[in-house]
């Protein structure tokens, strides 16, 4: 199962960016940049006592009147309840409660999600404490106080995030069901193709209060086996702020992959592939999840026996830093091999969850050596001592050598190259660590 999802919420100037920055930026943020995919951060990974969790920041931009406040809080309570698993509500100890806060606290509270009422800027615990208590009123919990500024208050608050988060015992409903998270830009044909493969016209779900994002999970079973699509396609906004509704759907796509095995990245054929798709299949990457790149369309287009190719070469090169990820020819209007689709995505989780033995990676890491000498630097040479696999989904490596800094990329990609040649990994990226050995 994907990291717990958490939310930030509330209005503006609490502190939700400050928050979000003390726990993205110096509690171990892992999140790599990605080539080609630029973004501001809406989101961002977290770990606290061994519970990894990703965090979202539901702000947006600052709206221009008083008047508007409340509706985009409740914009964003909305986002949170339809994304997160445990949702925590920013309050700022210096201003108070004000109206708005109650009536984000109620759509909170009728959700039934978990929520950490969080009270902000008490800067000195013994001075303000006794305003903190005012926010027991809110009627959502016990309020919790912090200094997001001064970094007070923050372990005991993410002690009680983390407590909310299911417990990972392992046993109990263990899923083994594929999860494939079905992502892309607006209006590519997403909704179609998992209406096209439940067979029937799915009710979509409307985006009244209390709507879960597990609504939109379509179980299809087919030939016997049983797949759960996550789609993001189910709500839509009518926000008609360009920068919210952008920030809107990286929330939708980033929970999405969270909780997959496998990602399809839905591209129109009509349009071609863009900027915005590789920053969507970037946020697939970054969290190492399989990817299958879905060219829908496919009827709409003329095409030649060059066609397949031209497309291919101008994915390639627009979606550089997934060159393993599996590519598709799709029609959700005809149904052309949409059904091929469930052997691909078969064909990837086998990929993600290969495990190889120490013995036959360290012969091929001996023989890649042999035959392409490692980087050196100032006389001293890399020596690559052994390399060992730690994980799957993806598929992990820990490859131990004399010097990291002679490490340089381009081998660890000549390195995953060779790994590729002999055991395929299609569709699924895989990781590497590169630690000293004295
Ligand atoms: P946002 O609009 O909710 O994202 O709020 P910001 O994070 O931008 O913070 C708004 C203002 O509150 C900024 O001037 C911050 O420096 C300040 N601020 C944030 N956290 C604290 C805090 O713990 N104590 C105090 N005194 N100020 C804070
Ligand atoms: P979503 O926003 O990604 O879920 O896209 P929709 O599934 O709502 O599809 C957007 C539009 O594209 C609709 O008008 C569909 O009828 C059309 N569409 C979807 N798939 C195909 C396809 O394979 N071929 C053609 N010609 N049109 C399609």
Do not use: C
């Not at 013995?359 to 091929?364: A, T």
């Amino acid at each position: 199962m994907g990291k717990p999802v958490v939310a930030i919420v509330g209005r503006p100037n609490v502190g939700k960016s400050t928050l979000f920055n003390v726990l993205a930026g110096e509690m171990i943020s892992i999140v790599k940049d990605t080539p080609g995919v630029t973004r501001d951060r809406i989101y961002a990974d977290v770990n606290w006592l061994d519970r990894d969790f990703t965090l979202i920041d539901t702000g947006g931009i600052e709206p221009e009147s008083k008047d508007i406040i409340i509706s985009q809080m409740r914009e964003q309570a909305q986002i949170a309840i339809d994304t997160a698993d445990v949702i925590v509500f920013i309050t700022d100890v210096r201003q108070g409660l004000i109206d708005a806060d109650f009536k984000v606290a109620d759509l909170l509270r009728r959700s039934g999600k978990p929520v950490v009422l969080t009270v902000n800027k008490v800067d000195n615990f013994d001075k303000f404490m006794p305003d903190v208590y005012e926010f027991y009123n809110l009627g959502i919990g016990d309020p919790v106080p912090i200094s997001a500024s001064s970094r007070l208050g923050l372990g005991d608050f993410l002690d009680e995030v983390v407590a909310h988060f299911p417990e990972h015992t392992g046993e109990e409903e263990e899923d083994e069901r594929p999860r494939v998270a079905i992502v892309g830009k607006p209006n590519v044909g997403k909704s179609s193709i998992v209406n096209r493969l439940v067979g029937k016209q799915r009710v979509i779900v409307s985006n009244v209060a209390g709507t879960t994002r597990d609504a939109i999970d379509t179980e299809i079973v087919h030939n016997g086996k049983e797949y759960v699509f996550i789609d993001t396609a189910g709500l839509r906004r009518k926000n008609k702020i360009k920068e919210e509704l952008e920030r809107y759907s990286i929330i939708r796509t980033v929970t999405a992959v969270e909780r997959a095995d496998v990602v399809l990245v839905v591209i129109d054929a009509t349009e071609g592939v863009t900027e915005q798709d590789a920053k969507i299949a970037g946020i697939a990457h970054e969290r190492g999840k399989g990817i299958i790149i879905v060219v829908n369309k496919w009827d709409a287009i003329e095409k030649n026996d060059k066609t397949m190719r031209e497309y291919e070469s101008k994915i390639r090169q627009v979606l550089s830093f997934i060159p393993y990820a599996e590519i598709m020819y799709v029609s959700a209007e005809t149904g052309q091999r949409l059904p091929k689709m469930f052997d691909v995505i078969d064909m990837v989780i086998e990929n993600q969850t290969l495990r190889i033995a120490t013995g036959v990676l360290n012969e091929i890491m001996t023989e890649a050596v042999a035959m392409q000498q490692p980087p050196s630097d100032k006389g001293k040479r890399l020596k690559l001592y052994y390399i060992t696999q730690v994980a799957i989904k993806p598929p992990t490596f820990v490859i131990f050598v004399n010097d990291k800094e002679l490490m340089h990329f381009s081998y660890t990609r000549y390195l995953e190259n060779r790994i590729r040649e002999a055991f395929g990994f299609r569709g699924t990226a895989l990781k590497f660590f590169i630690r000293e050995r004295k």
